[in-house]
């Protein structure tokens, strides 16, 4: 079985200042890493995802993400943040066998002007 | 744009009173999900299908059910709502079981 663990559920930063949402998983088997966001009222939008590769993957948006797989991580990190930026994010995992997604908690991005 | 729809966006019954979300999509994709996500959650997994075939949660009431008629279109079924099941309900899509989802805007239900 697999399990996602979200290590904040709300994390505050000012504008353009760097930001890092931490996520560790748990699993038995290999998976596949997934970064969600959602805003208010909406669905979840796919951020990044590591398949295979490099560990460090990239959105078209400024956010990255880096694959530790003796930590058991899959950290998301952004230089800058921006107002725009405010909303809650997901971290999942997907079993590489049923390509279903267990998330975490989810971490709320709460971005102060 | 190749997308997922979901109807209607917002959703009140009256308690006991049979309901059903719908969703389609233009992604062609093979396999559908239907998520509950209720308030400061993450979106909790209750039955996906892979082209026809039917997959249920374990843990996934009686109370739902779903169809998919065809490769755009699936259907959320809930016989009798109860106040416990006032939630926010998620319609994603993936090309296939190892793929990304994508996800609908979802459609959040009251239940009086």
């Known amino acids: 079985a697999q399990s996602v663990t979200q290590l904040d559920s709300q994390v505050p930063v000012f504008e353009e200042a760097p930001v890092e949402l931490r996520c560790n998983y748990s699993?038995?088997?290999?998976?596949?890493l997934f970064w969600y966001v959602q805003y208010p009222n909406q669905g979840l939008q796919l951020l990044l995802k590591y398949l295979s590769g490099s560990t460090l993957v990239e959105s078209i948006n400024g956010f990255e993400a880096e694959f530790n797989k003796s930590q058991t991580s899959f950290h998301l990190r952004k230089p800058s943040v921006h107002i725009s930026d405010t909303a809650e994010y997901f971290c999942a995992v997907s079993d590489q066998r049923t390509g279903k997604l267990i998330f975490g908690q989810g971490t709320t991005l709460q971005v102060k002007p | 744009d190749a997308m997922v729809i979901q109807n209607p966006r917002y959703q009140v019954t009256q308690f006991g009173k049979p309901v059903t979300l719908s969703c389609s999509q233009t992604?062609?994709?093979?396999?559908m999900y239907w998520y509950q996500q209720k308030s400061s959650q993450a979106p909790k997994l209750l039955f996906h299908y892979y082209d026809k075939d039917f997959n249920n949660e374990a843990d996934t009431p009686d109370n739902f059910q779903s169809r998919r008629p065809n490769t755009s279109f699936c259907f959320l079924d809930i016989r009798s709502p109860g106040l416990g099941d006032a939630a926010m309900y998620l319609c994603?899509?993936?090309?296939?079981?190892?793929?990304?989802?994508?996800f609908g805007p979802g459609t959040r239900l009251t239940v009086l």
């Open positions: 992604l062609n994709h093979n396999v």
């Open positions: 699993s038995s088997v290999s998976v596949y």
């Open positions: 994603a899509t993936s090309r296939d079981q190892l793929d990304g989802q994508f």
